[in-house]
Every structure is written in structure tokens, then in C-alpha cells.
């Protein structure tokens, strides 16, 4: 039952952010609400690093490198591409967990630089929350921002 719930949440929190990111094209990628905002294409950069940043603390090993985490956005343009598998291996990686992550071992607290000790079904939730967050900023500067 604690799986299926947990798969639900995940289900939900991609689908969610797929209906913005979908709308994500090379010419709004450079969009923002104001000056001193992160854009669209920074911002979805970050959603899927941080995701595999920060599934290291969940024990998941990765290669990807954090060019957006506590980093202003310098206007670099990124690669919609590598955003969006990025993106959707975040995503197998957090379903992978759940499979195979059992009710006792979300509960163990684990020790991350950013929020101490905390146990794993924590962080699942900051993930979610943060990508949340960041879809939320994507859709606004889509529809109300502007190159600047």
C-alpha cells in the first residue's frame, strides 16, 4: 500500500510538470519574469540535475554534474535535449526507488549537506515539492515573461 502511494505521488508530480515543460521550445527558453529571475531553460535544467543530485543521498550514484544548483543564471543557453532526459531518467530513477526501497527504509534518516539528517521519505518529498516549485516559475515566465 505505502508503495502504491508513494508511485501515485510520483505519477502525479511528473505528469504535472510535463504539462508545462512540454511547452518548453528554443524561443521561450530564454524567458523570465524579471531581470534578476532564472529562466526557463536554466530552470528546467535544474529540475532534472537536482533531481540526480540529490537521489545521491538516496544512494544512487551519478554523473551529472551541478552547473545550475546555488548558481545565478548567466544567461547560458542550455540544451532543451539534455534538460528533458535529464529530466525523464530523474524520474526512473525516483520510480526505481520506490520499487525497490522497502516502508521500513524511508523511515532511516539519512545526512545531507542541505537539510541534516532526515529521513529518506524527506528528501522523496523535497524532490517532489522542488520540481514542483520550478514548474510553477517555468509556466509563469512562459506565459508572462520576456526575453530581457
Known amino acids: 500500500m505505502e508503495q502504491h502511494i508513494l508511485l501515485l505521488q510520483l505519477e502525479q508530480s511528473q505528469a504535472q510538470c510535463l504539462s508545462t515543460l512540454q511547452n518548453i521550445h528554443t524561443e521561450n527558453a530564454s524567458f523570465r519574469l524579471s531581470e534578476n529571475t532564472r529562466s526557463?531553460?536554466?530552470?528546467?535544467?535544474?529540475?532534472?540535475?537536482?533531481?540526480?543530485?540529490?537521489?545521491?543521498?538516496?544512494?544512487?550514484?551519478?554523473?551529472?554534474?551541478?552547473?545550475?544548483?546555488?548558481?545565478?543564471?548567466?544567461?547560458?543557453?542550455?540544451?532543451?535535449?539534455?534538460?528533458?532526459?535529464?529530466f525523464e531518467k530523474g524520474y526512473d530513477i525516483l520510480r526505481k526507488l520506490v520499487h525497490t526501497t522497502s516502508v521500513n527504509s524511508w523511515l532511516e534518516e539519512i545526512d545531507t549537506p542541505w537539510f541534516g539528517k532526515i529521513p529518506r521519505i524527506r528528501l522523496y518529498s523535497i524532490i517532489l515539492f522542488h520540481n514542483a516549485h520550478h514548474c510553477g516559475q517555468i509556466s509563469s515566465a512562459i506565459v508572462n515573461g520576456k526575453k530581457y
Do not use: C, W
Request: glycine content about 12%; overall charge negative; proline content about 4%.
Open 40 to 86: 526557463v531553460g536554466f530552470n528546467y535544467r535544474h529540475i532534472g540535475e537536482t533531481i540526480h543530485l540529490l537521489a545521491q543521498f538516496l544512494g544512487v550514484p551519478t554523473d551529472v554534474q551541478g552547473t545550475t544548483m546555488g548558481k545565478p543564471d548567466t544567461g547560458q543557453e542550455y540544451d532543451l535535449t539534455t534538460s528533458k532526459a535529464l
